[in-house]
Structures are given as C-alpha cells and as structure tokens.
C-alpha cells in the first residue's frame, strides 16, 4: 500500500513538473508571435496601396489623372519602378476619370513609369488586331483561289 502511494506521489511530480514546461513552452511561443507580429506592423508598405496608408507615410503626395480604363498595365510598370502609388476612381465624371496619388520623393519615378505607360498604349493603339489581320489574309486566299481556273483537256487515243 505504502508503495502505491509513493509512486503516486512522483507520477503527480512529474506530471506537474511536465505541465509547467509545458505551460513555459507556450508562453514563450505566444510572445514570439506577439512580438513578430509587432514587427509585421511596423513594415511600411510598398507598391499599390490605399490612399490612408500612402497619407500616414508623411511624405507628401501628388497626383496625376487617367482617363484610361487601361490601369492595371500601368500597375505593372509602377511596379517596376518601384512607385508607391494609390488609385482613387472619379465617378462623378462619365467616362471615369482615375486620379492616382504617389509620394511627392518619387515624382522622377513617376514620370519615367509614366513615359513608359504612355508608350504601351500608343504601341497597342498603333498595332491592328490579329482577328482583322486574319480575316484580311483569309480574304486573299480565297480570292486567289478564286482566280485560278484550271483546265483540264483529256486526249482520247483511237
């Protein structure tokens, strides 16, 4: 009897001594994250952004207008150069203009994103639709085929 009550007693030891590490190791779990998450919050963003957090930067902002529905090609080239931008649709004017707010520091950046942009469209505008071409193509071989008549004569041999 004696001997089941002490190997009662370490069971309980143990147990307890267990729990605290464990209790330990999920603190210091928890502070962990705690404290990367302090440190995920204090990243400042970058690329596009809401028009509130471009303003909490402090850094000045400017803007330009679009009239382009086209806005997402001009993503890719602010992303390119590495432009801090927001987008804000006007729907008081139809068509809808786009006003697009960057930091007042990368105006330089801004405007080669913006020469490059402006160069994309005019080069999509300029190139003709491969479905026209096409069509064009398949115009002119019918009429060649068209044009060709061929004769066939057979001789008869007696």
Same mark, same amino acid.
């Given at each position: *009897?004696?001997?089941?009550?002490?190997?009662?007693?370490?069971?309980?030891a143990i147990n307890g001594t267990k729990l605290t590490a464990h209790t330990l190791k999920s603190a210091i779990l928890? $502070?962990?994250?705690? @404290?990367?998450? =302090?440190? *995920?919050? %204090?990243?400042?963003?970058?690329? =596009?952004?809401?028009? =509130?957090?471009?303003?909490?930067?402090?850094?000045?902002?400017?803007?330009?207008?679009?009239?382009?529905?086209?806005?997402?090609?001009?993503?890719?080239?602010? @992303?390119? $150069?590495?432009?801090? &931008?927001?987008?804000?649709? %006007?729907?008081?004017?139809?068509?809808?203009? $786009?006003? #697009?707010?960057?930091?007042? @520091?990368?105006? %330089?950046?801004?405007?080669?994103? &913006?020469?490059? &942009?402006?160069?994309?469209? *005019?080069?999509?505008?300029?190139?003709?639709?491969?479905?026209?071409?096409?069509?064009?193509?398949?115009?002119?071989?019918?009429?060649?085929?068209?044009?060709? #008549?061929?004769?066939?004569? =057979?001789?008869?041999?007696?």
């Amino acid at each position: *009897m004696q001997e089941e009550v002490e190997n009662k007693t370490v069971a309980l030891a143990i147990n307890g001594t267990k729990l605290t590490a464990h209790t330990l190791k999920s603190a210091i779990l928890k $502070y962990l994250a705690a @404290r990367n998450n =302090k440190q *995920m919050q %204090d990243v400042i963003p970058h690329g =596009k952004q809401s028009l =509130k957090q471009l303003a909490e930067q402090n850094q000045g902002l400017s803007n330009i207008e679009i009239t382009d529905k086209n806005i997402k090609s001009f993503e890719s080239v602010a @992303r390119k $150069y590495g432009v801090d &931008f927001a987008v804000k649709r %006007d729907k008081s004017v139809t068509p809808p203009k $786009y006003l #697009v707010f960057f930091k007042g @520091r990368d105006a %330089d950046a801004i405007t080669a994103a &913006f020469t490059e &942009f402006t160069a994309k469209t *005019m080069q999509k505008a300029e190139r003709p639709s491969v479905l026209v071409q096409l069509k064009k193509f398949t115009e002119l071989v019918k009429n060649t085929i068209t044009d060709k #008549v061929k004769i066939k004569e =057979k001789e008869q041999t007696r």
